[in-house]
């Protein structure tokens, strides 16, 4: 059973106002982070961009994109046919990263996974 953190808070849809969100971290997935907004939309990314936009600024360059400006953090999602920014404030997601480095600190994600059980899983549904 994977172990992790999960933290429920707010944040702002540009053009809608405040919006429910929950972020996740689990152990059983050391390189990425969840975002559940309103319950409902869920997106996975890998922590590295969070870390890289609260330590430089911005991150990304794909279908996630951080930029913070002071106490702000803008989060832009893209999809197809889908765009969205939320705003969080820097003390929120700091936080949660703090969380999350001190269970999984940068560098010993890989001492979180469970190599030899996922190769017998993809021989286990190869078989069948």
Same mark, same amino acid.
């Given at each position: 059973?994977?172990?992790?953190?999960?933290?429920?808070?707010?944040?702002?849809?540009?053009?809608?106002?405040?919006?429910?969100?929950?972020?996740?971290?689990?152990?059983?997935?050391?390189?990425?982070?969840?975002?559940?907004?309103?319950?409902?939309? +869920?997106?996975? &990314?890998?922590r590295?961009? %969070?870390?890289?936009?609260?330590?430089?600024?911005?991150?990304?360059?794909? /279908? *996630?994109?951080?930029?913070?400006?002071?106490?702000?953090?803008?989060?832009?999602?893209?999809?197809?046919?889908?765009?969205?920014?939320?705003?969080f404030?820097?003390?929120? +997601?700091?936080? &949660?990263?703090?969380?999350? %480095?001190?269970?999984?600190?940068?560098?010993?994600?890989?001492?979180?996974? /469970? *190599?030899?059980?996922?190769?017998?899983?993809?021989?286990?549904?190869?078989?069948?």
């Amino acid at each position: 059973m994977p172990n992790g953190i999960v933290q429920r808070t707010m944040c702002e849809l540009e053009g809608h106002g405040p919006l429910p969100v929950t972020l996740s971290y689990l152990d059983n997935a050391p390189y990425e982070m969840t975002m559940r907004f309103a319950d409902e939309a +869920l997106w996975v &990314f890998g922590r590295e961009l %969070l870390i890289e936009a609260l330590e430089t600024g911005s991150s990304g360059s794909g /279908d *996630v994109k951080f930029r913070t400006d002071g106490d702000k953090v803008e989060m832009r999602l893209y999809a197809p046919g889908f765009s969205a920014t939320v705003y969080f404030t820097h003390t929120v +997601l700091a936080g &949660f990263t703090e969380q999350m %480095l001190s269970y999984v600190p940068l560098g010993e994600e890989a001492s979180f996974l /469970d *190599v030899d059980n996922a190769i017998k899983q993809i021989f286990k549904k190869t078989k069948n």
